[in-house]
């Protein structure tokens, strides 16, 4: 079974609980575990308000810094997720290196990593950043459209 969807949203907060909901009910009617759900709905709303907060080089003539892009793939038995901005990427001690999470900035980052079984984060030179994590899935008994 594989499942893909795409949003382009603008950077309004009331964009992180759109994309929040529509994960959560590809998973809930694809019939991955609720705690998977849970765990995959966290990080994705972290990397939503990140790319809100962070995603734009402010007053672009073609507004390209005014939304951002959200992509999840459910292919088998891995859900990847992916969120990309166009703004001034992450300093580089970020794509360096994780941040502890008492640090003041990059909590949300941290906890993406911790949530997520492979997290990546990294910049495309002159057009913003990416973050990107993926996570192992399980299913409720009875699935309907569990992998094969």
Request: glycine share 10%; proline share 4%.
């Amino acid at each position: 079974m594989s499942i893909w969807w795409s949003l382009h949203v603008r950077r309004e907060a009331a964009s992180v609980p759109l994309a929040r909901r529509l994960l959560l009910g590809t998973m809930e009617t694809a019939g991955v575990d609720p705690d998977i759900s849970f765990d995959l709905s966290v990080a994705l709303s972290e990397a939503c308000a990140n790319a809100v907060e962070h995603g734009g080089h402010g007053g672009l003539p073609d507004g390209g810094a005014e939304a951002y892009d959200v992509t999840a793939y459910l292919d088998g038995d891995r859900c990847r997720i992916e969120v990309t901005d166009s703004g001034p990427g992450f300093p580089a001690a970020t794509v360096a290196r994780r941040r502890t999470s008492l640090a003041e900035h990059g909590r949300g980052l941290h906890l993406i990593a911790e949530l997520s079984d492979h997290a990546r984060f990294r910049n495309r030179p002159g057009r913003g950043a990416v973050v990107s994590f993926d996570k192992m899935l399980k299913w409720r008994d009875g699935a309907l459209l569990k992998a094969s």
